[in-house]
């Protein structure tokens, strides 16, 4: 249920100027949970439910950690180092720079 709020709020805390950077399709799997798009185009994110046909990079995720790297409560780095969240994929390198197109609002 988290998950599903996470989603449905995430494009109200995007830093637009940082996300022009980040142009891509993203696919997220959630360990436990369900399949997300992340489609980044000129620094605006829709997100839809369920696999993309194709996509730029992968991301299986621990919810939980999720929720914590996308806030900035959790450095992606350790979420990393700790299996929480692997990425992989056609472009990796959009991974480093999707943790950091949100704002923080809480």
Not at 12 to 39: I, K, N, S
Request: glycine content about 12%; overall charge positive; aromatic content about 8%.
């Amino acid at each position: 249920m988290i998950i599903n709020q996470h989603m449905a709020l995430a494009p109200a805390f995007v830093d637009r100027e940082r996300a022009r950077r980040c142009d891509g399709t993203f696919h997220l799997r959630f360990r436990g949970g369900g399949d997300f798009t992340y489609r980044i185009n000129d620094g605006i994110l829709q997100v839809q439910p369920g696999r993309p046909e194709r996509a730029d990079c992968h991301i299986v995720a621990d919810p939980v950690a999720f929720v914590l790297v996308s806030l900035g409560r959790m450095s992606s780095l350790r979420a990393g180092l700790l299996g929480k969240i692997i990425g992989y994929g056609r472009r990796p390198w959009l991974l480093g720079r999707l943790a950091k197109v949100r704002v923080d609002g809480v």
